[in-house]
């Protein structure tokens, strides 16, 4: 089994920041690229930031380039999505993973349960 725990969601004014945080266990941590994936209302899953181990590669959705920066944390086996400058277009249920090399969906192996992110104008 696989433990994703998210934290970090809420509510933000459009130009604002939040930063997101999802810890697992060491092999997870180790064994895995970890990003994040979101779907707003009425709209499919999207994949919005990918970060993998040892290489410490970084993939980026075209939507958030330059606003978000997705980073590991080795002592807390823990990964960070640092949104900011965020918009409107920002707001969604954010899910931490595992897999899902170049953003893509169907390459997900495991999924956090999601936290809201909500940005008004």
């Known amino acids: 089994q696989v433990r994703l725990t998210e934290s970090g969601g809420g509510s933000v004014q459009a130009g604002g920041s939040l930063r997101l945080s999802c810890g697992t266990t060491?092999?997870?941590?180790?064994?895995?690229?970890m990003g994040w994936f979101r779907q707003a209302p009425g709209k499919e899953r999207e994949g919005v930031a990918i970060v993998c181990p040892v290489s410490r590669t970084n993939y980026y959705a075209d939507s958030v380039k330059g606003r978000f920066t997705v980073s590991r944390d080795d002592a807390n086996n823990m990964i960070h999505l640092q949104m900011n400058n965020m918009t409107p277009e920002d707001t969604a249920m954010y899910f931490c993973?595992?897999?899902?090399?170049?953003?893509?969906?169907?390459?997900?192996?495991?999924w956090g349960q999601g936290t809201q992110v909500t940005v008004s104008s």
């Open positions: 993973t595992t897999g899902g090399s170049r953003l893509r969906v169907a390459l997900v192996s495991n």
């Open positions: 060491a092999d997870i941590y180790r064994g895995f690229c």
